[in-house]
């Protein structure tokens, strides 16, 4: 990749990152306990099943 065409790649990612940044606002003290409980058991207490939406892997079909 050509040095002029990196620059302007970088400069409008940091241009997205600014933006994103600037319309999430601050977190909240919820959120942050959310993410410390998602950091110290990772997938662990993430939900399961149909309630949860949809999954990457298939669920077997099941026998009637």
Same mark, same amino acid.
């Given at each position: 990749?050509?040095?002029?065409?990196?620059?302007?790649? !970088?400069? !409008?990612? *940091?241009?997205?990152?600014?933006? *994103?940044?600037?319309? *999430?606002?601050?977190?909240? *003290?919820?959120?942050?306990?959310?993410?410390?409980?998602?950091?110290?058991?990772?997938?662990?207490?993430?939900?399961? %099943?149909?309630?949860? %939406?949809?999954? !990457?892997?298939? !669920?077997?079909?099941?026998?009637?």
């Amino acid at each position: 990749m050509k040095p002029r065409k990196r620059k302007a790649k !970088l400069l !409008l990612v *940091a241009e997205h990152h600014a933006e *994103a940044l600037r319309l *999430a606002g601050n977190v909240s *003290a919820n959120q942050c306990c959310f993410f410390d409980v998602a950091v110290a058991h990772g997938k662990e207490l993430e939900p399961s %099943g149909w309630l949860a %939406g949809t999954s !990457l892997t298939k !669920l077997p079909k099941e026998t009637v």
